[in-house]
């Protein structure tokens, strides 16, 4: 389920050598380049001569293109449709007609059957996204997503066999969402198990729906947490308590002391779906060479030199959001008895500078890795109110 980002409008890039070359002939395996950024897995893809930026997204139900993008492309659109996704708000969608793309340099082509207005996504990881890949992409094939290589792997699912050192975890679908079977333990040794949507396209790693987090008062279970603005979903930024649990099961392993969000009200699907009580997320399947084998109901964790990688989550206590004009970003978002607090940073502020560098994109994403380590110092320089000022944050463990 998507939780990000910034959108661009096809008309601004220019064509694309990878899109306009003549692509070698299909021979399985396929092997695709991506980008992996803020647990995120991001897909160049072609229409026509240019490139776009797609997100894969097993929570999606099918392929989307961006609304904004597809008008600019002359797509035809159809019926309109509202949707729903993580937080209280719903946006707008209509079925495309004849809109199809190409994977970067291969002949592959994949159908959108529908597009999306994703321009009220919150704006937090500073990345461009010109639609989802879905369900109807993933299904044509096995797909094992490579985190460390930042490659996808194409097999062919009718004649796939695994042989690796993995585990395989056995799915069924849910509005063809894969959801998995297993078991969460916490820190007193308790352990409960529900159905977990396995989401690629969730930042975090794992989510907790409101019913399922009331019926075991996980709030006074889970200890310390924080009270978070999550980065949210097409529906709008969401507000969530955040804490730790002390295992999560995937088959044969166990990863610990797992960064956990625990949803109330207005958080749209994740405040009370019935069908399934959480994700799991971008930052556990990062740990995993992950393969998607649709067609057999299974997913193939294979772990990798970084699967026992600690969890760590912002220790700062800010929330940064990226505006449409360059050189700055935003302060949303300040936690009380923080290390923002502490520097004197509130919500409305306007940062100029990080380390006396203006921000872009990358200096965003750069900064929010440095505030996931503990007793990093960082220079920023904000405006309020038409002042400017200097401060130093060091960041401090706040779960």
């Not at 890039?13 to 070359?21: G, M």
């Not at 399985?28 to 776009?52: Q, T």
């Not at 529906?235 to 002390?246: F, I, K, N």
């Not at 699967?307 to 505006?323: I, K, Q």
Request: charged share 20%.
């Amino acid at each position: 389920m998507v939780t990000i980002a910034l959108l661009s409008l096809l008309a601004t890039r220019p064509q694309s050598p990878a899109c306009t070359a003549p692509p070698p002939a299909v021979s399985f395996p396929i092997h695709v380049p991506i980008e992996v950024a803020s647990n995120h897995v991001y897909v160049k893809v072609c229409f026509g001569d240019r490139e776009l930026q797609f997100l894969l997204d097993t929570g999606a139900g099918q392929s989307f293109f961006d609304m904004g993008i597809a008008r600019s492309i002359d797509v035809q659109l159809g019926q309109h449709f509202t949707g729903h996704g993580a937080g209280a708000g719903t946006i707008d969608g209509a079925v495309v007609v004849n809109g199809s793309i190409t994977l970067e340099g291969t002949r592959l082509a994949v159908p959108v059957p529908a597009a999306l207005d994703l321009s009220g996504l919150p704006p937090r990881e500073g990345h461009v996204i010109d639609g989802i890949l879905g369900y109807n992409f993933i299904d044509q094939y096995v797909v094992e997503v490579d985190y460390v290589k930042q490659e996808l792997r194409l097999f062919d699912a009718t004649r796939f066999s695994y042989s690796g050192p993995g585990t395989s975890l056995p799915f069924t679908f849910a509005a063809n969402h894969p959801v998995v079977e297993t078991t969460l333990r916490l820190a007193n040794g308790d352990t409960m198990s529900g159905r977990f949507v396995v989401d690629v396209g969730a930042a975090s790693a794992l989510s907790l729906t409101r019913p399922f987090v009331e019926e075991h008062r996980l709030r006074t279970r889970i200890t310390p947490i924080v009270r978070r603005v999550a980065g949210g979903g097409v529906g709008g930024a969401v507000v969530t308590d955040v804490g730790r649990v002390a295992a999560l099961k995937l088959g044969k392993f166990e990863v610990h002391n797992v960064i956990t969000s625990l949803y109330g009200d207005s958080a749209g699907v994740m405040s009370g779906n019935g069908s399934w009580i959480g994700n799991i997320g971008g930052d556990v399947l990062r740990r995993f060479n992950v393969f998607l084998d649709y067609r057999r109901h299974r997913i193939i964790l294979e772990p990798h030199a970084s699967t026992n990688e600690p969890f760590e989550a912002d220790m700062s206590g800010v929330t940064f959001m990226l505006p449409n004009s360059p050189g700055r970003i935003v302060v949303s978002d300040v936690l009380r008895d923080s290390p923002g607090a502490a520097a004197g940073l509130a919500a409305g502020d306007t940062v100029t500078a990080i380390d006396g560098v203006p921000p872009n994109d990358a200096r965003l994403r750069d900064l929010r890795q440095r505030l996931n380590h503990q007793n990093v110092e960082v220079e920023l320089t904000f405006v309020r109110g038409g002042a400017s000022k200097t401060v130093r944050l060091k960041t401090r463990r706040l779960i």
